[in-house]
């Protein structure tokens, strides 16, 4: 197996942060997560969050500030995952997304939506197994105020 480095992005809208909405039919389980993806070989997690973000949404973001790593371990299916998490912030150079309720995006060639969601709000569903914000450790630091902007 093979660790997998990936590079996500908090940007905020004051209480709330824009995450994918994953819908997994295999374990009935909605995730969230930041907007990211995979470092390819050759490229620092900087340069893919800025590569990322452009692809996934179409959009262009202002100097990503490295915020947190964690090393996510975890359990899907059979398997077991391993990946470090470079968690950036970052704000979206065109301020009309902030108005929008929700932004169309594309992983690979699978249609997506990013929805803004409030840091109580995903704390509530993940304490009712309702949905799950990944990576794991992610939620908790928002929560502490460890990965708090400004």
């Known amino acids: 197996m093979v660790i997998r480095t990936v590079s996500l992005c908090l940007i ?6 824009l995450v994918q909405e994953i ?15 995979t470092v390819e070989y050759g490229e620092n997690s900087k340069d893919t969050i800025i590569r ?6 179409d959009a262009e973001i ?10 996510n371990i975890f359990s899907y299916l059979d398997n077991v995952g391993h990946e470090i998490d470079f968690i950036y912030e970052a704000e979206l150079v065109d301020r009309s997304l ?7 995006g ?26 799950k914000l990944v990576p794991d450790g992610l939620l908790d630091l928002l929560l502490s105020g460890n990965l708090d902007h400004g």
């Open 12 to 17: 905020r809208k004051g209480d709330n942060i």
């Open 23 to 37: 819908v997994d039919p295999v374990v009935k389980q909605t995730f969230y997560r930041p907007i990211g993806g």
């Open 52 to 57: 990322e973000v452009k692809e996934e949404i």
């Open 62 to 71: 202002e100097e990503p500030k490295l915020l947190y790593v964690i090393e």
């Open 98 to 104: 902030y108005d929008t309720n929700e932004i169309q």
């Open 106 to 131: 594309i992983e690979g060639a699978t249609p997506f939506r990013a929805v803004w969601k409030s840091i109580p709000e995903l704390s509530s569903l993940t304490s009712h197994a309702q949905a």
